[in-house]
């Protein structure tokens, strides 16, 4: 009768020295089963910070010797993460950017921290510096730790909900701005700036509020002032501005991109004047003169 094991993933059998190496490890478990706090301390990693889930009830890796070893592996796993994605096509843009550019600065403190034994300085203290380099305080701190532990997690941070929501709407929304922007487009051909954008769209909007002042209907004057009204704001301190960052992204919207132009074929390079001239004065008088010899 066959005494061999056969492994139950491959169905082959399973050498002598594969089944005493099993053996050998299941006694020296048995021997170091956790028997108090110091034990249970020795065999697995206790955190109280980030990556406390990450390897709470973790056996360690056989390189490592203590808790701030694994600690620190773990840190720099999620630093070179958050690294190649700032260096990959999809780098997360604007307030989201943000974000995770305030948790890798945060993680690169809490590294320095790991690797010089610092206990002076607490997560919450990290927290708040880069919070205040940042223009921020203690709740944007709280947000930092919030989103490096998701980081460290799941390498995920949230996007962020600013100006996302259906109550704010883009100026670019109003059929008149969009008519103005239009026609500075139409007028300024390859010579279209942000700043042009943003002074041709602010001027169109002065131009409106003074036909407004003009207007006879007592209408439009109460809907004004009313407005006015809600947003608190005096009728001689009306300020209208547009930013270039504001222009650019109408500019994107409208589906035109900053590109530099070079020398080459365009689709409308029959168009220019130097092209235009060749064709009437020489390319079309020589076409004229070789037609006698062309076989028809």
């Not at 947000?143 to 883009?170: C, D, N, P």
Request: net charge positive.
């Amino acid at each position: 009768m066959s005494t061999k094991e056969y492994s139950s993933r491959t169905g082959k059998p399973i050498s002598r020295r594969a089944i005493l190496k099993r053996k050998k490890l299941a006694m020296e478990k048995d021997t170091r089963a956790p028997s108090s706090s110091n034990d249970l301390q020795e065999g697995y990693c206790r955190h109280d910070s980030s990556v406390k889930e990450a390897i709470e009830k973790c056996p360690k890796a056989p390189g490592l010797k203590t808790d701030m070893e694994m600690r620190g592996k773990i840190l720099e796993a999620a630093l070179f993460d958050i690294k190649k994605l700032f260096n990959s096509p999809k780098c997360p843009t604007g307030q989201d950017y943000t974000r995770h550019l305030q948790v890798q600065c945060f993680m690169n403190l809490e590294l320095k921290r790991l690797v010089a034994f610092s206990s002076a300085n607490t997560r919450e203290k990290l927290a708040i510096q880069i919070a205040n380099s940042f223009n921020g305080g203690v709740k944007l701190a709280s947000y930092i730790l919030q989103r490096e532990r998701s980081w460290v997690r799941r390498r995920y941070i949230q996007s962020g909900l600013q100006g996302k929501t259906a109550s704010v709407q883009s100026m670019l929304e109003d059929e008149g701005t969009l008519l103005a922007a239009r026609e500075y487009i139409a007028h300024a051909g390859q010579q279209i700036t942000a700043q042009n954008l943003a002074d041709s769209v602010v001027q169109y909007w002065k131009n409106s509020l003074s036909w407004i002042d003009t207007a006879d209907s007592e209408d439009i004057l109460q809907i004004r002032e009313t407005i006015l009204a809600l947003q608190n704001i005096e009728l001689d301190e009306t300020k209208w501005s547009l930013s270039n960052r504001s222009a650019v992204t109408w500019l994107h919207r409208l589906g035109h991109d900053w590109k530099e132009v070079r020398k080459g074929l365009y689709k409308d390079g029959h168009e220019r004047e130097n092209v235009v001239d060749h064709r009437q004065q020489t390319f079309l008088p020589q076409l004229e003169g070789l037609k006698p010899r062309l076989v028809e």
